[in-house]
C-alpha cells in the first residue's frame, strides 16, 4: 500500500514539476547588463555584465554557447561565454579620427571564430565627416581583423537579416533580394529575385522578421509581405526557407497585418503580435495546415514584440520598456507581469536547459 502511494506521489510531483517551462531567458537591459531569468518565474537568477555600455543587439552563436554583443556606441563587439557569464574577448576597429560601426545584427559562423557584419565608416576632418560607402565585412573574431570586404549593389542598400548554410560555404542575405555569398572568396555568388513576383499574378514578395530563439534544423521561418497587383492590397504569408537546398516554401493567410512574429519550439505554430494604435491583437497559425487559427485581440501597448515559451505553452511580450509580460499560449489570456531593473536594448532569447 505504501509502495502504491508513494509512486502515486513521485508521479504526481512529475506532473506538476513538467506543467512549467524549465528554460533559460536571456535578455540586454539598459545600462549594460545582459540579464539571465528563470523562464517559469522571470526571477533574475545571475548577469552578465557588458564591458562598453548598452548592447544594441544580441547573436547566439549555432552551438549556442557564447553571445556576441553589439556595444560601444555599437562600435564594439563583445563575445560572451554563456557558460561562464563572462565577457571573453572583444573586437574594435574604430581608432583616433576614424570610426566604424556595426549598423546592424550579425550572422556567426558554425566555426564560431568568422563572423559578418555591416559596417559603416565614418572620418572626422577638420571641417567636415567623411563617410565611406557600407560594407558587408568578413571578420576574424580571434585575430581582430577585416578579413574581407563586400560592397553590395547600391540598390540593396544595407545588408538586412543575415544567416549562414549549415555547411558555413554560403552566406544568406536577405534584402531587397536574397543575396547568396560564397564565404571563402567572400563575393556574391548567386540571388534569388524577390523584387518581382515569383510567379505570375503574385506581387511584390518582401521578408519580414525571423523567429530567433527555435530555429528548426536547417529551415527559416518567415512572415512576409506581398501586394496583390490586380487590387493593390498589401497581402500577408508565412514562407520556409532551406538552409541547405535553398528551396522556397511559402503560402498566403490574409491582409497584411505586420508585427512581430515567432514559431513554436515544435514548429507546429506561428504567433503574430499586432500592435497599433486601437488595433492590439494576437494571430496564431496552424504551420502544418498553412491556416489562421485564432486572432484575438488583447490589452496591449506599442513597440511590442513576441516570444513562445521553450515548452510550448505560454507566449512572452516584451521589448518596450521593462516588462515581460506571460500570456497562455491556449487561451491567450493574460497571466502575469514580471519587471525588470532596466529597459530592453536587445531580443528576448529562450533557451531549453
Known amino acids: 500500500m505504501m509502495k502504491r502511494v508513494f509512486a502515486v506521489l513521485l508521479f504526481v510531483l512529475f506532473i506538476s514539476k513538467g506543467a512549467f517551462a524549465q528554460g533559460v531567458m536571456y535578455a540586454g537591459v539598459w545600462p549594460n547588463d545582459v540579464l539571465i531569468m528563470d523562464e517559469t518565474t522571470g526571477a533574475i537568477k545571475d548577469k552578465i555584465h557588458l564591458r562598453h555600455g ?64 555591416p559596417i559603416r565608416t565614418t572620418i572626422k576632418e577638420i571641417d567636415r565627416y567623411n563617410i565611406e560607402k557600407p560594407q558587408l565585412a568578413k571578420i576574424n573574431i580571434k585575430d581582430k581583423k577585416i578579413e574581407k570586404t563586400l ?49 505570375p499574378g503574385l506581387g511584390l514578395f518582401r521578408f519580414g522578421t525571423s523567429f530567433e530563439s527555435f530555429d528548426q534544423p536547417n529551415t ?37 497585418v505586420g508585427g512581430s512574429f515567432t514559431v513554436s519550439p515544435d514548429g507546429k505554430r506561428a504567433y503574430i503580435v499586432r500592435n497599433q494604435v486601437g488595433q492590439d491583437e494576437f494571430y496564431v497559425f496552424d504551420l502544418e495546415g498553412k491556416r489562421l487559427v485564432k486572432r484575438q485581440e488583447y490589452g496591449g501597448r506599442p513597440r511590442t514584440a513576441i516570444k513562445v515559451s521553450s515548452d510550448g505553452k505560454k507566449v512572452y511580450l516584451h521589448q518596450a520598456g521593462n516588462t515581460i509580460d506571460y500570456f497562455n499560449a491556449e487561451t491567450l489570456q493574460f497571466e502575469k507581469r514580471v519587471e525588470l531593473p532596466g529597459d530592453f536594448t536587445t531580443d528576448l532569447f529562450v533557451f531549453p536547459r
Open 54 to 117: 548598452a548592447a544594441f543587439s544580441l547573436t547566439r552563436s549555432q552551438d549556442r554557447k557564447k553571445f556576441y554583443a553589439v556595444t560601444g556606441l555599437m562600435q564594439t563587439i563583445e563575445v560572451v561565454d554563456i557558460e561562464t557569464k563572462q565577457v571573453v574577448d572583444e573586437v574594435t576597429f574604430s581608432e583616433g579620427n576614424r570610426k566604424t560601426t556595426f549598423t546592424r545584427s550579425l550572422a556567426i559562423h558554425p566555426d564560431g571564430v568568422t563572423l559578418f557584419a
Open 151 to 199: 560592397e553590395l549593389p547600391r540598390e540593396y542598400g544595407q545588408a538586412g537579416l543575415m544567416r549562414v548554410s549549415p555547411d558555413g560555404k554560403f552566406l544568406y542575405v536577405f534584402s531587397r533580394d536574397l543575396l547568396i555569398i560564397d564565404v571563402a572568396e567572400f563575393k556574391l555568388v548567386d540571388k534569388m529575385l524577390l523584387d518581382r513576383p515569383i510567379f
Open 220 to 256: 527559416l521561418t518567415f512572415a512576409y509581405n506581398s501586394t496583390d497587383p490586380m487590387t493593390n492590397r498589401n497581402m500577408m504569408g508565412i514562407a520556409k526557407f532551406n538552409l541547405v537546398d535553398r528551396s522556397l516554401d511559402f503560402y498566403e493567410t490574409g491582409p497584411s
